[in-house]
């Protein structure tokens, strides 16, 4: 059922994809390392440029699908449940696919129709399921980006917590599993996103869960602690929470500026990223 949807969807994609999109100006940050410089420059997003999220109807995924259409990127998203629940106008926006990770020979169309990939996908459970999720779709997803030539991969992982890594040791296997395929098939084109608690306010059915309530506070109260995470076992615990908002601008500049430099952000890097943002 799920490869009939997506070949009766592929000439939609295909459409999509190549229809002339309105070239906005965006003022990007260029680097030469993940901790921020005050190098920038002026660029407009092209009409060939072709953003492909997976897990785009997620909380994260979400706002990076809108993030991208307000740079004037083609936008399309794969996700296990296709179009989410939201009502906003935006989603009007994306091509929103049904698909599978782990059925990867199902998925090439869309990996071949776009110039950069954003991943979102992760889940919790079993060790061996959160592995798959966590690892074996992400892995398939690169390698895939990788057949079809797509120029820019940006994976979002998840800091290290210290102790809590072993408690849900098949979620954290299989995020890093991720990261070494991605720094292995991407040298220069892989980016990896390393946040911590993600605030904002995440809905979830008819229900609007404010995370920044907590979030907010402490990331205020956090950001000037990073001494504090280097202390043994508890140091992790102080990693500051980031505005989703802030993950989804991020991601996005990672994904459309070539000069963004490949490798691994950690939260402070994704905090400079934003605060360094032209004005």
Not at 160 to 167: A, E, K, R, T, W
Not at 173 to 197: C, H, M, Q, S, W
Not at 212 to 225: C, D, F, N, R
Request: net charge positive; hydrophobic share 40%.
């Amino acid at each position: 059922m799920i490869i009939s949807r997506l070949r009766h969807s592929q000439s939609c994609l295909h459409r999509l994809f190549f229809t002339t999109t309105t070239s906005r100006n965006v003022r990007l940050l260029s680097t030469g390392s993940n901790e921020a410089t005050a190098g920038k420059f002026d660029t407009a997003a092209p009409p060939t440029e072709k953003l492909l999220v997976l897990g785009g109807n997620g909380f994260v995924g979400s706002h990076i699908c809108k993030e991208a259409l307000e740079h004037g990127l083609t936008v399309a998203s794969i996700s296990r449940s296709g179009r989410p629940s939201l009502n906003d106008s935006w989603t009007n926006n994306v091509l929103w696919l049904k698909g599978d990770l782990l059925s990867p020979d199902s998925l090439k169309h869309a990996f071949s129709e776009a110039t950069a990939v954003i991943s979102c996908v992760g889940g919790f459970g079993s060790n061996s399921h959160m592995y798959r999720i966590n690892g074996t779709a992400n892995i398939n997803a690169i390698k895939a980006a990788v057949e079809q030539g797509v120029k820019r991969f940006v994976y979002i992982s998840a800091a290290d917590f210290g102790l809590v890594n072993y408690i849900i040791r098949g979620y954290y296997d299989g995020k890093r599993a991720t990261e070494a395929e991605l720094t292995d098939k991407f040298p220069n084109g892989g980016v990896i996103l390393r946040p911590g608690f993600i605030h904002g306010t995440r809905q979830v059915g008819n229900i609007k869960l404010p995370l920044s309530v907590i979030g907010a506070p402490l990331e205020m109260v956090l950001q000037h602690t990073k001494l504090l995470t280097r202390i043994p076992l508890i140091g992790p615990l102080f990693i500051p929470p980031v505005k989703v908002t802030s993950v989804a601008k991020v991601a996005v500049r990672a994904a459309l500026d070539p000069q963004f430099t490949p490798g691994i952000v950690d939260v402070y890097g994704i905090r400079q990223h934003v605060h360094h943002k032209s004005a």
